[in-house]
Structure formats: C-alpha cells, structure tokens
C-alpha cells in the first residue's frame, strides 16, 4: 500500500551517462513534484506538475527533463551527468497545487563517480 | 529575500528533557507553514500544518505552533524514537513549498 514510490533507491554511475529516476503515487492526487536534497540537508523544489502540466520550473540546467505520462507517474531524466548532480531526489505529491501538504517518497540516491 | 532558519542547527536531549526547536521566517504573506519528520534514509513525513498566527497543533509529545514571525516545534518528554530531523517548510506564493535546513534532534537513553 506504498503512497509514493521511487525506482531506483540507489543510483550510482559515471559522469557524462543518462539516467532516470521514475515515481508513482496511488494516492489519487493530482499534482507531484520534484525534489533536490543536497549534502547541507536543504531540499530545494526543481518541478511541479498538476494534471500533467508542469506548473514550477525551477532555475534547474536544461539536462534534467520531468516527463509526466500520466497524472499518476512523473518521470525525472537526467542527461550528461555531472559530478554536482550527486544528491537525493525526491518525489512527493499533493491533493492539488494550493495549500495541500505533501507526500514524499523514500527518495533516490545518486552518486555520480 | 524571503526565507526559512531553523534553529538550532542540532540538538542533544536526555530522554525526558523538554526543549523547543524554532523555525523563522520572512514571507510575506504566509500561506501555510508545514513540519516534517525526516529519519535517515526516508523521505519527509508530515507532521503538522498551521495557517494562521496564535494557531497550535497536538501530537502524542509533540505540539507546534504559530505566531506572525516563527513557529516553534515543542517536544515534551521526548523518547530516543523522536530521534529524527525535523524540517520546516514555508508555503510560497506560487504553491512552492520552502524549506528550512532541518534541526538534527538526537535523544539519548
């Protein structure tokens, strides 16, 4: 009965590759986010969708593209890795874009060699 | 520049002893104000939600609450399993959510 789901937990590779990092909730919620938290702990927003329409773009490098298939799912992928990129990437979601808390999954850890 | 200090930074506790964590914040216009518990390894967990100043908010040791410029995360009798970090996050006026840089809270036995 996970809320919020992220596939890989685990994400280690070499600069320069792609990869994706992929989310799904079941919670019936119409708008998901991206997250990035970095070593100081800080998580910072990087994307929102609501109904699969990106609603926040954050000031984030043209390499990372969220994909939305459909209002369920939100897809982050990550061209030309870079060592920077090394963090932990959450996705959450939330009932709608207004004053709505979020659900957050277990997050993804990519490090970047 | 709007934005979200959490104080202290980390915090040591006995079991048993009292404290309060402190989370301020410079928004203007403030559309909600969220704690999250954080354990290591895991994503955020909701705690509370507070939307205006005088506003508290109860659970089990737990009880936040809300004045114009901060919000204050009280724990009374903490136990070693409130061991967590526990962030704050600021509602902006685009529906983005800030955070704060969370307070390490460690509760020794």
């Known amino acids: 009965d996970t809320a919020v789901s992220q596939t890989p937990k685990y994400l280690v590779t070499q600069m320069g590759n792609d990869k994706s990092i992929k989310c799904e909730q079941n919670l019936g919620h119409d708008t998901m986010y991206w997250y990035k938290q970095d070593s100081k702990k800080f998580l910072k927003i990087m994307f929102s969708y609501n109904n699969k329409e990106l609603i926040i773009n954050e000031t984030v490098p043209n390499r990372f593209s969220p994909k939305s298939p459909d209002k369920a799912h939100l897809n982050l992928h990550i061209n030309s890795l870079e060592l920077g990129d090394s963090a932990v990437y959450f996705c959450a979601s939330s009932q709608d874009r207004g004053n709505r808390r979020r659900s957050f999954g277990p997050g993804t850890r990519l490090l970047v060699l | 520049e709007d934005q979200v200090t959490q104080s202290p930074e980390a915090l040591r506790l006995q079991e048993g002893e009292s404290s309060s964590l402190n989370c301020s914040y410079t928004?203007?216009?403030?559309?909600?104000l969220f704690w999250y518990r954080q354990d290591p390894g895991k994503g955020p967990e909701f705690l509370f939600t507070?939307?205006?100043a005088g506003e508290e908010k109860e659970k089990e040791r737990l009880k936040a609450t809300l004045t114009k410029k901060e919000s204050f995360l009280h724990i009374t009798a903490p136990k070693p399993e409130d061991s967590a970090t526990y962030l704050c996050a600021v509602l902006w006026f685009n529906n983005d959510m800030r955070f704060g840089a969370g307070t390490r809270l460690t509760v020794k036995p």
């Open positions: 507070l939307y205006s």
């Open positions: 928004v203007s216009g403030l559309r909600g």
